[in-house]
């Protein structure tokens, strides 16, 4: 209750001077936990998209062009000249672009465990829940959160933790 209270306060600050960096990172678990599952999908995309497009040039054959380029650019920035590492410059919204371009290859994994998902059109929904939460947390969107919201994210966190982590253990 108190983080929640003080996480508003300096939510209300920020917007109220524009700045962004006003009271430092604020991290909670839902935030330790989209960056857990960001890295998860970032090396599941590369796992599965380098045995399907060629070890060495898969990310610049397999990403759309103007992700590829955005994290090129990102890894320029941060000074990490290892071009096999850009795949990890990607966000969690263009890591879902990526899965949803390539859904032949990415969703029956999603599916095909006892854990996973019923349909296409649950996972569609997971990714949009996912990315509202994150895109809320990210940008500092003072909207006020869904009844039941931080149920149904625990539920897709850990379905979607649960299809990822065996593959990626393989």
């Not at 306060?9 to 917007?15: A, C, D, S, V």
């Not at 290892?82 to 990890?88: E, F, G, Q, S, W």
């Not at 998902?117 to 829940?129: I, K, M, N, P, T």
């Amino acid at each position: 209750m108190f983080f929640r209270v003080l996480k508003k306060f300096i939510l209300y600050i920020r917007e109220g001077t524009g700045d962004h960096s006003f009271g430092g990172e604020i991290e909670s678990v839902t935030s330790k936990e989209l960056k857990e599952l960001e890295r998860k999908i970032k090396e599941l995309i590369r796992l599965v998209l380098s045995k399907n497009g060629g070890e060495e040039d898969w990310f610049e054959k397999k990403v759309p062009p103007d992700i590829y380029k955005r994290a090129l650019k990102n890894l320029e920035k941060r000074a990490e000249g290892d071009i096999k590492k850009a795949y990890l410059q990607l966000t969690l919204g263009e890591c879902m672009t990526i899965l949803r371009q390539n859904k032949l290859l990415f969703y029956p994994l999603f599916r095909k465990s006892e854990q996973g998902f019923g349909s296409d059109s649950e996972l569609e929904g997971a990714f949009d829940f996912i990315t509202r939460i994150r895109t809320k947390m990210v940008h500092y969107v003072g909207e006020e959160g869904k009844t039941h919201d931080d149920t149904l994210f625990k539920i897709y966190i850990e379905k979607l933790n649960k299809c990822v982590e065996p593959i990626l253990s393989l």
